[in-house]
């Protein structure tokens, strides 16, 4: 089959793999339809979360049941048409069974462990996400195997559209859960860092939630525009981190936003003394929207991150989180926790989620949409890809 294979920092290539097979009784066979090139896949590209050996990339992926194991049972057969939340989780665990599957104890044997290290003791698997998160290839292929298929795949309805419907397997279960941490009831102002992909879909899910008022934060003028049609938010172009605060406390009678979701990671735009400042600390990449959200949040509110984070930071403001009694929550998004009310949430017409893609790409051109995607190019927010 073909596949997009990661050989090394900004290598990607569509090569021939082997197809692949059925493992162990509880797999499923899944041709892909379609799949979707991640904010999270970048940090692979860039060299920043390591993966030493080829790997198939991709964990936003939807497709046709092609093949069964006998422990599946009545849960999947082949024909059914799938989406396929981004963490492998067995089901049965102790994490799994306390709607955690990002922390599952059986999907990831070599890596897993309590201590949550750099590069030891990590949490459960996720499909195309490196050897320490389990080494399983992904989805941005013809085919892919899927383990625990009697518990992850979610039946689609023929009256959805992939596109309708792709984005169930992460984004928006992700943005979703944003708004979930922050305990959004009903009412609250609502911060949200990144207008990429999941700042999008948290903003769209703090309307599902009730939100009074929704505001973005981005670098990029094009991808504010691109939340503000998709979501009818306010938004703040990003052009110092002091002038952010002060216009989302002065919406805010000087207090701050109720919650402040971090959709960035370690992995911001950067000037030279951001650059600087990392090199000197031994640091990778920049905490500063995280703090900046600290600084925008009032007192006794929630900071929610869904940006990836994977090393330590120097000087972290644990002060300031002490003194603000901010609570502060995040991790990967527990998708199979949301998912069947998000499906049906898009079921229902509540929410649309195909209005942010900016770039549809046969397989064949995956690079391409790696690079125009990672450097901003073409007004690109979220690059779909055909097998």
């Not at 090394?8 to 162990?24: A, L």
Request: charged share 25%; aromatic share 8%.
């Amino acid at each position: 089959m073909k596949a997009l294979v990661f050989h090394g920092m900004k290598d990607v290539r569509v090569d021939t793999v082997d197809d692949p097979k059925i493992e162990d009784s509880r797999d499923a066979i899944i041709r892909v339809t379609s799949t979707a090139i991640c904010g999270s896949d970048l940090h692979i590209y860039n060299g920043s979360i390591p993966q030493p050996r080829p790997m198939v990339l991709g964990h936003e992926f939807m497709g046709i049941v092609e093949e069964v194991g006998k422990g599946v049972g009545n849960k999947l057969k082949v024909g059914d048409r799938v989406v396929v939340p981004f963490p492998v989780a067995c089901g049965t665990c102790y994490f799994c069974n306390h709607q955690l599957p990002g922390h599952c104890e059986n999907s990831n044997p070599d890596h897993y462990g309590p201590e949550g290290g750099l590069l030891t003791e990590k949490g459960g698997a996720l499909f195309g996400y490196t050897d320490i998160y389990g080494g399983y290839n992904g989805g941005q292929a013809e085919y892919v195997r899927v383990p625990y298929a009697d518990f992850g795949p979610r039946v689609i309805p023929d009256s959805l559209t992939d596109e309708q419907a792709l984005f169930l397997t992460d984004i928006f279960p992700t943005g979703y859960s944003g708004v979930d941490w922050g305990e959004v009831k009903g009412g609250e102002f609502v911060a949200i860092f990144g207008s990429g992909p999941v700042g999008i879909m948290a903003a769209k899910s703090a309307w599902l939630r009730g939100a009074a008022r929704v505001v973005i934060v981005d670098t990029q003028q094009y991808r504010l525009d691109k939340a503000k049609r998709t979501t009818y938010c306010e938004t703040i172009l990003w052009e110092n981190r002091k002038d952010v605060v002060e216009q989302i406390r002065a919406m805010s009678n000087g207090r701050g936003a109720d919650v402040c979701i971090e959709a960035v990671g370690f992995e911001p735009d950067r000037d030279l003394i951001d650059r600087a400042k990392a090199v000197i600390n031994f640091e990778k990449g920049s905490p500063k929207v995280l703090e900046t959200c600290m600084s925008a949040v009032r007192r006794g509110g929630i900071v929610s991150v869904l940006g990836v984070y994977s090393a330590p930071f120097d000087n972290f403001p644990i002060h300031q989180f002490f003194d603000k009694g901010i609570k502060i929550v995040g991790g990967q998004a527990p998708a199979h926790k949301h998912i069947d009310k998000l499906l049906q949430y898009v079921i229902d017409g509540k929410v649309v989620l195909d209005d942010i893609i900016t770039h549809r790409l046969p397989l064949a051109e995956a690079a391409h949409g790696y690079d125009i995607f990672r450097n901003k190019k073409d007004n690109c927010v979220k690059v779909v890809l055909k097998p």
